[in-house]
Structure formats: C-alpha cells, structure tokens
C-alpha cells in the first residue's frame, strides 16, 4: 500500500488485461489505459478494422508498442470468449450494443443478442479466467454496465434487462471471489461520447418523434444534472483505479459515473 495522498496510477507491468469491445469507445480507451499503465492488452472484438487500428496506435505511441494484442472474436459464440479469458488478471467486460424499440416491436432474436452479448458472454470469460486468479490469489473483473444497471428507460427492454443481470452476475463473482483476492465491480456511465450513444440518436427520435437535434437535450440528457457526455477517457481512469492497490476493499458495488442521474 503507498502512503496516503500520493496520487496513484495502477502499476500493472506483468499483467495481462482482457478487454471486450476494444476495438472502439469505451473499450478502446480502456485498453490503452490499460497498456499505459504497463499491462500487456488482448483486446477483442467482432470488428477487425477498428482491432487493426488500436494496435497500430498503441504501437504509433511512446511505450506502448506491442502492448496491445488484437484478438478478432465473436462474442456470440460463447466456446470461444470462455476459452480466450483463460490466464487474464484482468478482465474488463465492456462490449455492447443497444436497440430502442417498443417491447410489442421488439424482434425476439435481437433481444437473444443483447442479453447474449451482454451477460452470457461477460459470465463465460469470468468463468474462463477465474481458474488462474484463484491460482495466483489476485484478479480484477470490471464489469461495464451503465446507469441502466440501476434505472430502467423506455424501448430499452433487452438492455436494461442485460445490465441489471450483469449487476447481479458482478455481485455474484465479488463475493465468490473474496476468498481468493479478486475484485468484481461494475462502473456505471450516464451518455458517453462513442459510436453507441451517435448512432442511437436518429432511432431515438424516430421512436419518440421527435427532431435528432433535440433528442441530446430532451432524452439523453434529460435526467442528468451535468448536462454533457462523458467522455470514454474518463470512464477508462475508473477501470483503472479499480486496478490500484488502494481500491483493494473495494468489491461487488457499482462506481457510477452518471452526472447526478441517479441523485434524483
Ligand atoms: P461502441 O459501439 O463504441 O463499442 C462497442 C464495441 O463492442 C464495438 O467495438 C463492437 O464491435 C463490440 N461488439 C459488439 N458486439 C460484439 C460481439 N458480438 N462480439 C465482439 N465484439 C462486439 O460502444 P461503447 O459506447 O463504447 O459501449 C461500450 C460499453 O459501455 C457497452 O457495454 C455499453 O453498454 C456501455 N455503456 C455505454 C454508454 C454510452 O453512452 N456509450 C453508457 C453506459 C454504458
């Protein structure tokens, strides 16, 4: 443990970090924070461009160079995300993907995705990487959620249903985890600035009628007190925080980034 105030980046040289969704937003700042802080990174995704570009931008920047090992994975196909978590300390849960429509509308086989991606898969790679935790007698599992972890929107069915079980599935891991010094806590954003939260606005106003130019002001952020978005960086530093020493009694809880969203 270092002294008090001291400010403090996780020293993570010899780690091995896994991150899902990596190969954009918030995923993608989190394994290049990941990797700054010395980890060595296997970010996977479904998309081998954007995988391509994060490898090649860690290996454009100073200390970073082949820190970042892309690894092209559907996470439907669940085998396959058990096998790849094996031998991780860390496993950051982030890939998602969201769908706004009425649950009357709501295709049946798009909810199987999400809650397939989004909570099937996340409890396969901690399934798969809690062997060699336990072994080693340390592992961090951050579990990205979201502030619908903890509050329900409308025509968001299949998501808030996967983040709430995710909740669950964290608290579930902290505490069979204890015993064997590995953390589970899930980081909860309000909007941020990604892909997800750009190509969600013209289905928002569709579905609430609404102009795009509005849908930022009067849906999005409308519950927030901070009237932005967070920015994927800033969501990246909580990941890492929960990976210092001094968040090592820190377990099964949900550090929410929401900008007062949930104070109401
Ligand atoms: P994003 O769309 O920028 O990135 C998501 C990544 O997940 C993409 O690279 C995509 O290819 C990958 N992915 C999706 N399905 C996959 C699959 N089947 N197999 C492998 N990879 C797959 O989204 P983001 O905004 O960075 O979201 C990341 C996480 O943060 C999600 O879990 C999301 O729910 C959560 N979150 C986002 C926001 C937000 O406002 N953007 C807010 C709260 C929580």
Redesign the pocket.
Known sequence: MTAPHTVTTPDLAGRTALV??A?????RACALRLAAAGAKVRA????AE?LAALAAHADRSPGLPGAVEPHL????DLDAAEAVAAGTDILVN?????RVRPIEQFPPEEFHTVLT??LEAPFRLIRGALPHMYSQEWGRIVN????HGLRASPYKSA?VAA?HGLEGLSKTAALEGAPHGVTSNCVN????R????EAQIADQAATHGIPPERVLSDVLLKDSALKRLVE?EEVAEAVAYLCTPQASFITGTSLVLDGGWTAH
Do not use: F
């Open positions: 899902t969704g190969a954009s937003g918030i995923g996977v995704d479904r998309d954007g994975l559907d996470l439907m982030n890939a998602g993907l969201q991606v989004m990205i959620s979201s502030v998501y983040k954003p309000g909007y941020v990604t892909p997800l939260v994927p």
